[in-house]
């Protein structure tokens, strides 16, 4: 099985055991040193997965190098010990690790941050210092440092995060780089900060230190490097003494979706592929691989020697094992929501994962098989049920799952009929194998009655929600579909429609009406074509005029409140919904009042003024309420996922509680 993937690869004196680098992610458990034994479990779960490298999460070289205020840094040999608890854990599994050092330069979310410039960056609310020249000198003498110290921690190597718009990358772009000194101006001044960083670096740590930099290959915002400047830095740094390069797409202040699901898979290995010829170390391409075949096809056509992948590893810490042993059915695949993981970071939560509750929690989540096996029924098989049948079945309990519908996945079903979110249809895919292997018996097709539940030792009601639907006069006219109705393919709308809701439903079903078939998954031209991706990179930071697509429908998007729509959308991703909206020329009203329907259309009023949107069909996104006929109020009836309370399609939510009560059972 994917012979690529599975050879070796000496760097230096070490071989990493297959392609598979598990790229950087901030858990937030780096941050405090009461949380490096949990986060030394996360690592080792993910040697013993058999990563061939792993890099840990950003962490500062010193406090002015802090993402947020307290965030991890490594400065100071009492830091150390702390540290040889991740290492320990990943040698004895047979891996590697290396330490990124990140600088977060004008993106540090606390007023002492410094910069190449000192313009505040789009994105935080700190204006940052602008370095001296003696300042600067400092600041290579901490990355330098923090390398060292990385080294006696017995990591394997560090890798020096330049991309993404991190302090490095502020200094390399002429986008923030705006000094008259030796550090700015021409490409050999703007570049001397990092390559003087990976020569010291180098010097200081010896020839097998593994040294992997992460070069900003394609910056996606106006004003950043073009091609020929990122290949003359790659053979410098080549030059001056890096063991890998790793490719940083995007910096974190672009608006070009680059991680999330409706990136195509393999999105941006083309960039690397860009690169390949001209530099000698390994390459490694990163973004959007999230399965075996991606990654064998990627390495195979020789577009890079290596693939990152990170969030896979939150939702599946045995991935790499598991497709070696070759049932990849077994795959817990991440489906690139954000929505446990990125979200979390963002919001200063720990990280997890929507498809893996246990992710960045390991210690927490434990599955003990069962001494005495129950008889235990759960009715209802979306997320909810679905995770719970699988967690109790596989610690050894006889489990019979309900279902009223032909099919499994609940409102995940119409979730993966979003266009952009195809990638949700591997989850159900997933569960439907677990039911399998674990033996649980599944009932279709069969609503289950009072009479069913009453011989199970134990009975848990994860019947979900029906959409809500709001008293509006003229509410059962034909023009009216309810959201299910339409994302399910059992009703079609007409080319005038109208949504009532702008949360995360309206916003899923205004993309699902804005394209001809929701269906149809979009190729890596048309992604970049969309977003204004220059394929060649000859324009600075790559970025040309996004092409015009408007929607194929005319399509008022509709809110009862006055504040904006979209406001509850995940942090790194609502801003691209809203966008790709836009783009499309949908029509949002705040602070609609709806009077009434009938054949005329939708009747509203808005600021006191009454208008008449003539559309075909009026679609209803008014929220959910619970089905719960079938909860007693007895100790061996319990009630998890949309039927205990009804909200947004919250898929996390009901994953986490379904699994919780598996393993409590
Ligand atoms: Fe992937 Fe979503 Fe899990 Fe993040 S939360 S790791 S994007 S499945």
New binding site residues.
Partial sequence: NYPHVFEPLTVGNKTIKNRVLMGSMHTGLEDRAKNYPKLAEYFRQRAAGEAGIMVTGGIAPNISGWVGPFSGFLKYGFQVKRHRLITEAVHQEGSLICMQILHSGRYGYHPFNVSATDKQSPITPFKPKKLSERKIHKQIRDFVNCAKLAQKANYDGVEIMGSEGYLINQFISPRTNDRDDDWGGSFDNRTRFALEIVRQTRAAVGQDFILIFRLSMLELVNNGSSIDEVIKLAKALEQAGVSIINTGIGWHEARVPT?A?MVPRAGFAWVTELIKKEVKVPLVTTNRI?HPQVAEDIIASGKADMVSMA??F??DPDLVKKSRSGDVRDIN???????????HVFKNKM??????PA?CHETEFISQPVKTSKNIAVVGAGMAGLSCSTTLAERGHQVTLFEAAAQIGGQFNLAAAIPGKEEFVH?ISYFTHLLDKHGVKLKLNHKATEADLSDFDEVVIASGVTPRVPGIEGIDHDKVILYHDLLSGRKKAGKKVAVIGAGGIGFDVSEYLSVDDPSKAQTIDEFCAEWGIDQSIESPGGLIKAHDDPAARDIYMLQRKTSKPGKGLGKTTGWIHRLSLKKKGVKTLTGVQYDKIDDRGLHITVKEKPQILDVDHVIICAGQVSNKALYQDRDNYHIIGGADLAAELDA?RAIKQGTLLGQKL
Avoid at 333 to 343: H, K, T, W
Avoid at 351 to 356: D, G, K, R, Y
């Fill in positions: 991680i699901t999230n969030r896979p939150l939702a695949i991440c489906i690139g929501c954000n929505q446990a993981c990125l979200d990280a997890s994962c929507l498809v893996n992710a989850t996390k």
